[in-house]
């Protein structure tokens, strides 16, 4: 079974640039993540589907930060424009349903690593 | 926010002993996840445990949930330098299903 996919692997931007990041979920995941990890802190929710309905996106900075979940497969996250806070690294996760409808769990993807100077 | 918050923040400890980390969160939750995060790496899932559960074991991984007092830990018994990674809690939240992680504990288990 594939695994998450995520693009790019890292990237380097200048502060005020534009940057997206893609994540292909394991086939017939109705749940994604998207969270924001910066060096040494846990990971923090931005905005998570279902299929492609927004479930929470309390904690995304909606005036730079946007999502979206085309047909409920793929993902895109994009900032614009980005800030020096912004480097961490953005991972994606993807689960079959929420865990309280069955014990599943989430699986991640490998991450982008973002550097903003 | 974050919702969980892991204690304690860092633990060093030599090959065979055991691990004990714990995890504080804050609203109702429908269960709580432990994940391990080797440096660089992506996220892997441990063990969950339901909130109408008390204690689940995984091979060397041993997770207790008081729900009254909003609080879970995970042990790991007869440590592996193999072990030595960063371990988060996740909670799921009764409110909307999403998951919200903890700040983490870094371990480094010596050889």
């Known amino acids: 079974e594939a695994g998450v996919a995520q693009s790019p692997r890292y990237k380097i931007i200048e502060k005020r640039q534009s940057v997206a990041f893609w994540c292909n979920p394991i086939?017939?995941?109705?749940?994604l993540y998207w969270y924001q990890q910066i060096l040494g802190q846990g990971p923090k929710l931005l905005i998570q589907?279902?299929?492609?309905?927004?479930?929470?996106d309390s904690q995304l900075p909606k005036d730079r930060f946007s999502a979206e979940r085309l047909k409920g497969v793929d993902s895109t996250l994009k900032i614009q424009p980005a800030k020096l806070e912004d480097s961490a690294v953005y991972l994606c996760?993807?689960?079959?349903?929420?865990?309280?409808?069955?014990?599943?769990?989430?699986?991640f993807g490998q991450g982008t690593r973002l550097t903003v100077v | 926010s974050q919702q969980g918050e892991e204690d304690p923040q860092a633990l060093s400890i030599q090959e065979g002993e055991n691990a004990t980390m714990n995890c504080s969160y804050k609203?109702?939750?429908?269960?709580l996840q432990w994940y391990r995060q080797n440096s660089g790496r992506g996220l892997v899932h441990l063990i969950l445990?339901?909130?109408?559960?008390r204690e689940k074991h995984s091979g060397r991984l041993r997770v207790t949930l008081d729900t009254s007092k909003k609080s879970s830990s995970l042990l790991i018994t007869a440590s592996r330098a193999a072990d030595t990674a960063s371990y988060f809690c996740?909670?799921?939240?009764?409110?909307?299903?999403?998951?919200?992680f903890g700040a983490g504990t870094r371990l480094t288990v010596k050889p």
């Open positions: 609203t109702s939750i429908n269960n």
């Open positions: 445990i339901r909130s109408n559960e």
């Open positions: 996740a909670t799921e939240q009764y409110i909307n299903n999403d998951m919200r």
């Open positions: 086939s017939g995941h109705a749940t």
């Open positions: 589907f279902q299929n492609n309905g927004v479930v929470d």
């Open positions: 996760a993807s689960s079959l349903v929420p865990a309280v409808i069955m014990n599943t769990e989430a699986f």
